[in-house]
C-alpha cells in the first residue's frame, strides 16, 4: 500500500464509488501524462445529492462540506483512472469549482476551499493546484457545488 494510501487511511477518509457519468462523455480521461476529471457533483456519504443554492438554502459551512464531498469524488476517480494506484499522481494541476449561489454571493474560494482543502490534505506538496472558483445560476440535478479536474501523472 502507498504512501497517499495510507494518508487516506490515516484522516479517516472513506472515498466514494466512482460515478458513471449520466451524460454523453466519459469520468476520466488521459492525455499524455494529464488526466482530466469531469465535474464531479455534491453528493453526501449516503449518495443523497446535496442540492440547493449556497447563500439560500445552504450556509457557507454546508457549501464547503458539499465542495469537499466533490473532492473526494475527484479523489476516487483519479484512483480508479490510475488502477488503483494513487502514487502514479506526479500533481494535482488544477480545479474548477462551480457554485449554485445567489445573485449577490461573493465567497466563491471560500466554498470551494473545501475541495482544495482536501485534495492538499490528501497528496500534502503533490495536491498544490491553480484554480478558479465560479457563481452559477444553475447545476446539474439541482446540486450545490460541482468540481473537475486535471492531475498530472508520472
Known sequence: MGD???KIKSLNIVLP???APVGAYVATK???KLLFISGQVSIDNN???I???VGKELSN???YKAAERC???IVAHVKNACGGDLNKVKSCVKLTGYVNSTNDFKDQPKIINGASDIIAKIFEEKGEHTRAAVSVNSLPLGVAIEVDAIFELN
Request: glycine share 20%; aromatic share 0%; net charge negative.
Open 71 to 73: 473532492g473526494l469524488s
Open 61 to 63: 459551512d454546508e457549501g
Open 4 to 6: 497517499i494510501e495510507n
Open 51 to 53: 442540492t440547493g443554492k
Open 47 to 49: 449518495s443523497k445529492l
Open 30 to 32: 488521459i492525455v499524455g
Open 17 to 19: 464509488e466512482p460515478k
